[in-house]
């Protein structure tokens, strides 16, 4: 949060600065962070991971899931075959067939006194042996009926009318133990997030790194600029004095050549210098998202001589272990290597979970069956334990310990290859350092130098050669001493960055 203030105030400080046409390092710094694109992309993969990582904590919450189908067939499901259902429906006429013969052989056999004394006895009653057959009869017809009707009801009952089926169901599942999986996937997407971050802060120091590059290259040739304007007034006055000492037959017409190459010379440099300075303004545009053709002008541009800090070579490589995203991100990846390794293990492990949930169907089975819907609450436990699987956890298992092997291996070969950075770009400062003061020596010698051959050359006691000779050196000293300058902070920031402390 505090980069993200700090990022905020230096854009806003910039963004008037741009305006203005003139930028500090802080506001170029400011302006390419918010401007870079690779930035806005390790955001974005931040997001991602975030996202990740809280889809990762769900696994430890129930799931509840509902289902609903529909089907129809073209045939239904039948219980009973079509003989059954013949018999069932003619339960009645089979049952009361032998009794309505037993009546008709009954009656058939009766002799003329048997059937005299039925009608004496049934007198009574007020029937005769017919009527009394007859009723008898009509009784067995309506008991036949009576059961065929029941029978048939027998035979709807059993009808399942499964032709149109509606199905569905509600399951919730709550995850009870997993072998870890869930775990390990937790630990491994808070990981993901974490390297994602990382990846920010690593391209923020490339970002800075690249911007202060071109800050301070600008600068430089912007010196270099002025350092050439100077030596082509320096040219162009000793070309003027002697074009005067010529006509005046105390110098040679070889002697205003040679001053005249050194013109062409001082003139050819210039421009050399302002083409690069103008390719040097566009790189630094594209790094702050500006227009190419913006006129922006650098706040150190202005100096005589650069302010530089200390030039010690002495830095605890402990701080770029601790600092830099990229051991961050490799140890990180090692992390999430064993994280795998745990993953797979869990394979190989049992799972439990608690399920339950309500179903309901129409047709339902519930009470015989019914052609309405119908449902059923249940809960219970899954457990899955894996028997056998010929090895492949085990083999799975070992590769990713291989891997783990790999990340930290290369986490050691990058611990040794950022100690020995960070040495060599401290040992670069210090070199740095002392050719500085070389050069400020040389330069305050070599100006010495100039001002002693000016005075000879107008005394009349100095040649032109050595004039020339004397400007040279003074052009070279000037020269060494702005490289000087700006290879310290350079050197600088490429031990700012082999420590990881590059930060706005």
């Not at 249940?378 to 291989?402: E, F, M, Q």
């Not at 330069?443 to 000779?469: D, K, P, Y």
Request: charged share 20%.
């Amino acid at each position: 949060m505090r980069h993200v203030v700090m990022l905020g105030v230096f854009a806003l400080a910039a963004v008037p600065a741009a305006a203005g046409g003139v930028l500090c390092l802080d506001s170029c710094r400011a302006l390419a962070l918010r401007n870079n694109r690779q930035v806005a992309i390790s955001e974005l993969q931040l997001d991602v991971a975030r996202n990740v990582r809280k889809s990762a904590r769900t696994k430890y919450l129930p799931r509840v899931s509902a289902v609903g189908t529909y089907m129809y067939n073209s045939r239904e499901l039948s219980i009973l075959n079509d003989n059954q259902k013949q018999t069932l429906s003619t339960i009645g006429t089979t049952a009361t067939s032998g009794l309505s013969g037993a009546l008709g052989d009954f009656a058939a056999g009766l002799t003329d006194a048997q059937k005299a004394a039925l009608d004496g006895a049934l007198q009574a009653f007020g029937t005769t042996t017919d009527q009394a057959l007859g009723n008898l009869g009509a009784q067995v017809g309506g008991l036949a009926s009576a059961l065929n009707a029941e029978g048939q009801k027998v035979v709807d009952a059993f009808r399942t009318d499964t032709r149109n089926i509606f199905a569905g169901s509600v399951m919730l599942t709550q995850p009870l133990f997993m072998g870890g999986s869930i775990v390990a996937m937790n630990k491994m997407a808070r990981l993901g997030e974490q390297m994602a971050r990382t990846g920010i802060d690593a391209r923020r120091q490339q970002t800075i790194y690249n911007t202060d590059n071109a800050y301070w290259t600008i600068v430089s040739l912007v010196h270099k600029k002025r350092l050439a304007e100077s030596y082509l007034a320096l040219v162009s006055r000793l070309d003027g004095d002697v074009q005067k000492m010529i006509r005046e037959g105390v110098a040679t017409r070889s002697d205003g050549l040679s001053v005249k190459v050194k013109v062409n010379e001082a003139r050819m440099s210039l421009t050399q210098v302002d083409d690069g300075l103008a390719l040097a303004r566009m790189l630094l545009c594209q790094l702050c998202g500006l227009p190419l053709d913006s006129a922006v002008t650098l706040a150190d541009e202005a100096s005589d001589s650069l302010a530089v800090g200390g030039t010690g070579h002495a830095a605890d490589a402990s701080v770029a272990m601790r600092s830099r995203p990229e051991l961050r991100q490799l140890q990180t990846a090692v992390d999430i290597s064993r994280q795998a390794t745990n993953l797979v293990r869990a394979g190989r492990l049992p799972q439990v979970a608690l399920m339950g949930g309500y179903s309901f169907s129409n047709p339902n089975v519930f009470n015989g069956f019914q052609n309405k819907f119908g449902g059923v609450w249940s809960v219970g436990v899954l457990v899955r334990v894996p028997l056998w699987n010929w090895g492949d956890v085990a083999y799975k298992v070992r590769a990713a310990k291989g891997a783990t092997a790999m990340a930290s291996l290369e986490l050691a070969e990058a611990r040794e290859g950022v100690e020995l950075q960070v040495r060599q770009s401290s040992f670069k400062l210090g070199e740095a350092g002392k050719r500085l003061e070389m050069a400020r020596a040389s330069a305050a010698q070599a100006e010495e130098n100039l001002r002693s051959a000016n005075l000879g050359f107008r005394e009349g006691v100095i040649q032109t050669s050595t004039v020339m000779e004397a400007q040279a050196a003074w052009l070279k000293a000037q020269s060494q001493k702005i490289d000087a300058e700006i290879d310290v902070k350079l050197s600088q920031v490429n031990l700012q960055k082999a420590l990881g402390t590059l930060e706005q």
